[in-house]
Nanobody, 122 residues
């Protein structure tokens, strides 16, 4: 299983970006999908999460500005980021709880994408 993140880049304060993360491989199902970020010199933090049923949760710092969504048919999670601020500058990572088939049954494993850099600067 691989997670491929894309959509990062340089944007001015107040601008918008949309991140995507597609999971591929021998996937039976995907439970929660999440976006994390890690700013320079800081610990990785959870930004947003979405369940397989579509329930969402957000960090206080992004509520009202970011929207997480998913397309279960495409095994893809999105993060729409609006009203971006310089303090949003970070490497963004996607994460997914993936169920795969193993010889002795099924297993749930956390997978991570490679990270995509978001820079908010004028």
């Amino acid at each position: 299983v691989q997670l491929q993140a894309s959509g990062g880049g340089l944007v001015q304060p107040g601008g918008s970006l949309r991140l995507s993360c597609a999971a591929s491989g021998s996937i039976l199902s995907i439970n929660d999908m999440r976006w994390y970020r890690q700013a320079p010199g800081k610990q990785r933090e959870l930004v947003a999460s979405i369940t397989s049923g579509g329930s969402t949760d957000y960090a206080d710092s992004v509520k009202g500005r970011f929207t997480i969504s998913r397309d279960n048919a495409k095994n893809t999670v999105y993060l729409q980021m609006n009203s971006l601020k310089p303090e949003d500058t970070a490497v963004f990572y996607c994460n997914a709880e993936v169920t795969t088939a193993q010889p002795m049954g099924t297993i749930i494993t956390d997978y991570w994408g490679q990270g995509t850099l978001v820079t908010v600067s004028s």
